[in-house]
């Protein structure tokens, strides 16, 4: 069994930073990759920012050139760094962990951004 602890959300005014965090514990294998997801409220939970065992990464559009998503494999953590933060970005952030097939999802953390 895999445990996902998401972080670091909360309110913030446009244009600044929060950095969250994904702490899994359990069963977990070397190979994998860590996601952060978000929900809005009314729409499709939407891939945020993805990032693989070796460090491969990969953004949504909306979010290139403001997120960063990195990753500390010997804690098992992923995080994401959220700068020049705008009211569209307000959502509930999932963290992920795809492995051997299998997904695992945090609980999410509220960021909410205000204008």
């Known amino acids: 069994q895999v445990q996902l602890v998401e972080s670091g959300g909360g309110l913030v005014q446009a244009g600044g930073s929060l950095r969250l965090s994904c702490a899994a514990s359990?069963?977990?294998?070397?190979?994998?990759?860590m996601s952060w997801y978000r929900q809005a409220p009314g729409k499709q939970r939407e891939l945020v920012a993805r990032i693989t065992f070796l460090g491969t990464t990969d953004y949504a559009n909306s979010v290139k050139g403001r997120f960063t998503i990195s990753r500390d494999n010997a804690k098992n953590t992923a995080y994401l760094q959220m700068n020049s933060l705008k009211p569209e970005d307000t959502a509930v952030y999932y963290c992920?962990?795809?492995?051997?097939?299998?997904?695992?999802w945090g609980q999410g953390t509220q960021v909410t951004v205000s204008s």
């Open positions: 359990g069963s977990i294998f070397s190979i994998n990759s």
């Open positions: 992920n962990l795809l492995q051997r097939d299998n997904d695992y």
